[in-house]
């Protein structure tokens, strides 16, 4: 059996926010999503004709009309919703450091900065707008060019 991971979902109050952080923040794009039984957001890491590019699915709580995301994944108390749970954190490959932080730094957001030197990778740790961690690895080499 091969195996990859295709995506993860979030179910989420707050649409807006989710797409401010990972599109505004991380650089998604929001893309083509199926005509589901509720509200939510289809987030591309690469091209948006590609449905298998579609990394991050924002699933909607529409408090209105929740019948729909019910009866599709069932469903969910609200205050469960909050942090990573049992799932520590997710993780996506990136490059950029240094446009990356700036980018946070505007925004009021403070990443936690790991080295791994036996990987070559440079993690920044940060928070989503629903408290799920999310990390990024750059390749260290990115921090080494900016004197860290």
């Given at each position: 059996m091969g195996i990859s991971l295709n995506h993860f979902s979030i179910r989420t109050v707050d649409l807006d926010a989710c797409e401010r952080f990972y599109c505004?923040?991380?650089g998604l794009k929001k893309g083509p999503r199926p005509p589901f039984p509720f509200p939510g957001l289809w987030l591309y890491a690469g091209e948006t004709d590609r449905y298998d590019n579609a990394a991050v699915h924002i699933i909607g709580?529409?408090?209105n009309d929740p019948e729909g995301l019910k009866k599709y994944l069932g469903d969910r108390d609200?205050?469960?919703l909050a942090g990573?749970?049992?799932v520590d954190h997710v993780a996506f490959f990136a490059t950029g450091l240094k446009e990356t932080l700036e980018r946070l730094k505007a925004n009021g957001i403070e990443g936690r900065e790991r080295?791994?030197?036996v990987l070559g990778l440079h993690q920044v740790f940060i928070d989503d707008p629903n408290g799920i961690v999310?990390?990024?690895?750059?390749p260290a080499a990115e921090k080494a060019a900016l004197g860290g």
């Open positions: 505004g923040l991380l709580i529409d408090r609200e205050t469960s990573s749970g049992a080295t791994v030197p999310v990390e990024l690895n750059f």
